[in-house]
């Protein structure tokens, strides 16, 4: 069982920088993949980026390649997500979210969630 809490959510202007940070504990698996979902209210959860602990292999949705970046710190066990150039369009409950399958985009592919930071960014 592995527990994730998310950290880093606030409020801030559109064009700022905001950077999550997910710390987990308990036990690890030997492929060990973490992935940030975002959902904004009425809205379904979405992809943001998923990353592999230890293979290193990232991936970003569209609408946040080139201003958000997913990076690790194996030995803190955290995964952290910096954003840059933050929009409106990005407000939303940014969730954590880790699984043994590796690299996924897919919600059910992942077994293990954090509880959420909120993220809100005025225009």
């Known amino acids: 069982q592995v527990q994730l809490v998310e950290s880093g959510g606030g409020l801030v202007q559109a064009g700022d920088s905001l950077t999550l940070s997910c710390a987990a504990s308990g036990r690890t698996f030997s492929s060990y993949a973490a992935g940030w979902f975002r959902q904004a209210p009425g809205k379904e959860r979405e992809f943001v980026a998923a990353i592999d602990w230890y293979g290193g292999n990232a991936y970003l949705t569209d609408s946040v390649k080139g201003r958000f970046t997913i990076s690790r710190d194996n030995a803190k066990n955290t995964v952290s997500l910096i954003m840059n150039r933050l929009k409106p369009e990005d407000t939303a409950v940014y969730y954590c979210?880790?699984?043994?399958?590796?690299?996924?985009?897919?919600?059910?592919?992942?077994?293990?969630w954090g509880q959420g930071t909120q993220v809100t960014v005025s225009s």
């Open positions: 979210a880790a699984g043994i399958r590796g690299l996924r985009i897919d919600r059910g592919s992942y077994d293990y």
